[in-house]
């Protein structure tokens, strides 16, 4: 209640850039907050990407620096991560490549302490991370079952509550939770992979709710099949291929760029009244 009763002080602040583009009173947006162009600007603020060594994580982690953030991204391979945060660098902001297992709550731990001693702050959360197995559900073992909680659901909840417990020091956060479509309508042998993606959407929900008051926003972004790694065996399958292109308005698979642009709304002041939201990225396949 002590950090809770610190936010309410510090929403009612005649700061402009502390009382989010309101007026003093919170009633209106200010002049700051009526200048675009600026609401998309994440300049000084820190962002925290898991999964950001390849594919939607990479895009959305470059896509954070060009808008301004310093970024820390990881994975379990340093490497790739290497590769990243020197593109970040190029673009003239600091990163922070961490190895780390987000399956294990030891590992996570230690890259939100570590994240949070070389930046001071993390003001944007993008949990990304997962894996993709498919299997139909006749076949998901207690093994198989509890690898995908631990990853695709379990890691996500308590990356949320490691860098939740920093943002509510701070009184504001961003966080984007990467889902899926399949978290609202599932594949066949899909089945674990859309429980999991299924609870991300409501974790985000719930987190929302009990995170309002601290002037958290908990948003997340549910992809339909994006050119990555992940989505490779249905690519070069001709005929699933085009079983799913059947499902969406485009016709298209979509880009890992098209989800910056989404990813940056949602890290931005432009959407400080958004929170709670699942917004598909997916060519119209939820439709
Ligand atoms: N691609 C799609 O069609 C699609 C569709 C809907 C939703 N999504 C979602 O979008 C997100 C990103 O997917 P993507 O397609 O970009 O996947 P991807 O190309 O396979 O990349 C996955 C990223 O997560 C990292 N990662 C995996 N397991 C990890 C672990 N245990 N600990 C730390 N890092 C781990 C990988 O690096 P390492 O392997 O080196 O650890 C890599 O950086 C996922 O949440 C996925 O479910 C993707």
Known sequence: MASKRKYERRFTSRDPKINHGMDPAGTKPSGLMMRMTNT????????LVTGGSRGIGKAIALGLAEAGADVAVVSRTLADLEKTASEISRIGRRSLPIAADVGKKDNIDNLVAKTLAEFGQINILVNNAAMFMPRAMLDA???YWDQYMSVDLKSYFFMCQAVGRSMIKLGAGNIINIASVNGIRPNVNSGVYAICKAG?????????KEWGPYNIKVNAIAPGVV???MSKPLRENPERLKQHLQ???LGRIIQPQELVGTAILLASDAASS???QIIAVDSGESI
Not at 200 to 208: D, H
Request: proline share 0%.
């Open 247 to 249: 499902k969406t308005a």
């Open 40 to 47: 998309f600007d994440l300049s000084g603020k820190v962002a």
């Open 274 to 276: 958004i929170t709670g």
């Open 227 to 229: 050119e990555t790694d």
């Open 141 to 143: 073992d207690e093994k």
């Open 200 to 208: 991300v959407i409501l974790m985000t929900k719930a987190l929302a």
